[in-house]
């Protein structure tokens, strides 16, 4: 267990439509950054957020936004989902910025 | 990120020693990672080598980095059945974004 945390484990919805993934980092942790896993694409790095700011983005698409609120949990936010948008969503935390530990995922299915 | 490729999979005899190796093409690569991904799970870091250095050991896990070639593996000694996992390469430079490859499975038979 990395002690971060991912909720939910499984997101089922349908084309257009928008969902929130929620991150929770390791204690201490001030950096959060987001990955997607694909089949096409692999594992992808979309954004780093730094102790509430925008540190790092990615190819990262328009439609999705991400944020780290003062409590240092981080959302990703994704709207007008499309079939593509199907896969795992990883979260990671980190003291120092080569040390990335990551959440167990957030399971997207877009129907 | 730049290309990281790595083959996509190893069988290998329980007992044995699993050699996975990775190359990389960003030369300004400051780390070097591997990870470890069970079925269902997410991915766990295993070791990380700084580029200024060309090994490292961790009680069973040994990195090589030639970094004239770009190239980095890593060793799994005695290997095991819970060992068996997808294990990925990745890179960062100075902005830590990592990079990953494709990812190599490794099957242990007994």
Partial sequence: DSGV??????????TGQRVTLRCSPRSGDLSVYWYQQ?????LQFLIQYYNGEER?????????????????HSELNLSSLELGDSALYFCASSVVPYEQYFGPGTRLTVT | G????????LSVRE??????NCTYTDSSSTYLYWYKQEPGAGLQLLTYIFSNMDMKQDQRLTVLLNKKDKH????????????SAIYFCAESSNDYK?????????TVRA
């Fill in chain 2, 98 to 106: 990592l990079s990953f490859g494709a990812g190599t499975t490794v």
């Fill in chain 1, 38 to 42: 694909s089949l096409d694409q692999g």
């Fill in chain 1, 56 to 72: 790092a983005k990615g190819n990262i698409l328009e439609r999705f936004s991400a944020q780290q609120f003062p409590d240092l």
């Fill in chain 2, 2 to 9: 730049e290309d990281v490729e790595q083959s996509l999979f």
């Fill in chain 2, 72 to 83: 980095l593996s890593l060793r799994i000694a005695d290997t095991q059945t819970g060992d």
């Fill in chain 1, 5 to 14: 945390t991912q909720t939910p484990k499984h997101l089922i919805t349908a």
């Fill in chain 2, 15 to 20: 007992g044995d020693s699993s050699v996975i």
